[in-house]
């Protein structure tokens, strides 16, 4: 079992960062891969980025490639992902998934964990 909370969100300006971690419990977390999702008001989930086991591969959707950076310390059980250049689209609320598998997914039913979502809010 894992368990998972997400924090970091919050409001700011187009053109400006946020760093948003996720907090996993459970003792198999190293071995999982992990998803970063997002759903703006009216629209489907969709996925953002997702990283394997080791952190050594990552994957990211086209609209974020290049602002966005997933990463993870399986140490300390924990998911980033680093948002820069944040442009007002990228509103919504993002989520943290887990994946009992060591490898990353692009689709949110093939997570098995979800954590309870921050909101991250670009302002124009």
């Known amino acids: 079992q894992v368990q998972l909370v997400e924090s970091g969100g919050g409001l700011v300006q187009a053109g400006g960062s946020l760093r948003l971690s996720c907090a996993a419990s459970?003792?198999?977390?190293?071995?999982?891969?992990m998803g970063w999702f997002r759903q703006a008001p009216g629209k489907e989930r969709e996925f953002v980025a997702t990283?394997?086991?080791?952190?050594?591969?990552?994957y990211y959707a086209d609209s974020v490639k290049g602002r966005f950076t997933i990463s993870r310390d399986n140490a300390k059980k924990l998911v980033y992902l680093q948002m820069n250049s944040l442009k007002p689209e990228d509103t919504a609320v993002y989520y943290c998934?887990?994946?009992?598998?060591?490898?990353?997914?692009?689709?949110?039913?093939?997570?098995?964990?979800w954590g309870q979502g921050t909101q991250v809010t670009v302002s124009s």
């Open positions: 998934a887990a994946r009992r598998l060591s490898s990353g997914s692009y689709y949110p039913h093939e997570y098995d964990y």
């Open positions: 459970g003792r198999t977390f190293s071995s999982v891969a």
């Open positions: 990283i394997n086991w080791s952190g050594g591969s990552t």
